[in-house]
């Protein structure tokens, strides 16, 4: 257990349709990244949130968005959804203290896109 | 971002050492090597990271070449929950962005 929790743990969505997922970071954590998992492959990073800013976007469009929180929890909001958005999303955890700050990762959210 | 190398799979039998290579030929001066490891149904999992010495924690060591082309992550004695995707990633922190590969999958034999 790394204290990061996701919700909801599945879902399912139509094509063209929104999805916002949710993470609450680990206490005392303030950095959240997101990541796309798709079956078969390792993670890929779609961006990260520092004390509520955007903090370093990866290779994916605009219509993925994201929030953080003053309590550091984050949203990732996907628009227009397509099919090939259903993967599992996961978030990560970390602390910027230091070079020490390893990421914890939520247990993910698995989005299907029919 | 510099790219890592790692055999798609290993096996191993339960209770004996196991030694997961990684080769990263283009690692960048400050570069950190990270092992993250992927239990089934579950998100990655943090297991060591180094940047010039070995390393050890309670979870693995880390072997790291002296030109820093390479690295092994070595589990003393591997038991069946140490059936994972493993992963060797380079960044300037763990906080960063992490890219990850495609893995090494680690199957522990009874």
């Known amino acids: 257990e790394t204290g990061v929790t996701q919700s909801p743990t599945h879902l399912i969505k139509t094509r063209g349709q929104q999805v916002t997922l949710r993470c609450s970071s680990q206490s005392g954590h303030n950095t959240v990244s997101w990541y796309q998992q798709a079956l078969g492959q390792g993670p890929q990073f779609i961006f990260q949130?520092?004390?509520?800013?955007?903090?370093g976007r990866g290779n994916f469009p605009p219509r993925f968005s994201g929030l953080q929180f003053p309590n550091y929890s984050s949203e990732l909001n996907v628009n227009a959804l397509e099919l090939d958005d259903s993967a599992l999303y996961l978030c990560a955890s970390s602390r910027r203290t230091g070079f020490r700050d390893e990421q914890y990762f939520g247990p993910g959210t698995r989005l299907t896109v029919t | 971002d510099a790219k890592t190398t790692q055999p798609n799979s290993m096996e191993s039998n339960e209770e004996e050492p196991v030694h997961l290579p990684c080769n990263h030929s283009?690692?960048?001066?400050?570069?950190?090597i990270h092992w993250y490891r992927q239990l089934p149904s579950q998100g990655p999992e943090y297991v060591i990271h180094?940047?010039?010495s070995n390393v050890n924690n309670r979870m693995a060591s880390l072997a790291i070449a002296e030109d820093r082309k390479s690295s092994t992550l070595i589990l003393h004695r591997a038991t069946l929950r140490d059936a994972a995707v493993y992963y060797c990633?380079?960044?300037?922190?763990?906080?960063?962005?992490?890219?990850f590969g495609t893995g090494t999958r680690l199957a522990v034999r009874p």
């Open positions: 180094g940047l010039t």
């Open positions: 283009t690692i960048s001066g400050t570069d950190y």
């Open positions: 990633i380079l960044a300037e922190s763990s906080g960063d962005k992490l890219t």
């Open positions: 949130y520092y004390r509520e800013e955007e903090n």
